[in-house]
Nanobody, 126 residues
Framework: QVMLVESGGGSVEAGGSLRLSCATS????????IGWFRQVPGKDREFVGS????????YYADSVKGRFTISRDSAKSTVDLQMNSLKPEDTAVYSC???????????????????WGQGTQVTVSS
């Protein structure tokens, strides 16, 4: 069982920045990947980005590439999502998720993640 807790959501004007953090209780990080996803009401959950814990390889959705950055802090067992140049269309509930297994094709698919945080709201006003 892996517990995940997000923090750092809030409201910001377009062009601003927010930093989300995902604290994980995982004990074994060898093959773990942490993903960030977002969802708005009435729409499917959308992949934002992911990071493989040990190698630190990162993957991003085209919609956020160049604006969002994922990083991990091994000492704190946290994964952060730095969001810059935010747009109103970035408004959503953001959740982090964990999976064991690093097959790249699975890292973008929310159905491949077993453990989820509760989510945190991000609102970007125009």
């Amino acid at each position: 069982q892996v517990m995940l807790v997000e923090s750092g959501g809030g409201s910001v004007e377009a062009g601003g920045s927010l930093r989300l953090s995902c604290a994980t209780s995982a004990r074994s990080f060898g093959s773990i990947a942490i993903g960030w996803f977002r969802q708005v009401p009435g729409k499917d959950r959308e992949f934002v980005g992911s990071i493989t814990w040990n190698a630190g390889n990162t993957y991003y959705a085209d919609s956020v590439k160049g604006r969002f950055t994922i990083s991990r802090d091994s000492a704190k067992s946290t994964v952060d999502l730095q969001m810059n140049s935010l747009k109103p269309e970035d408004t959503a509930v953001y959740s982090c998720a964990a999976r064991y297994g690093l097959f790249e094709n699975h890292l973008r698919d929310p159905t491949q993640y077993r453990y989820w945080g509760q989510g945190t709201q991000v609102t970007v006003s125009s």
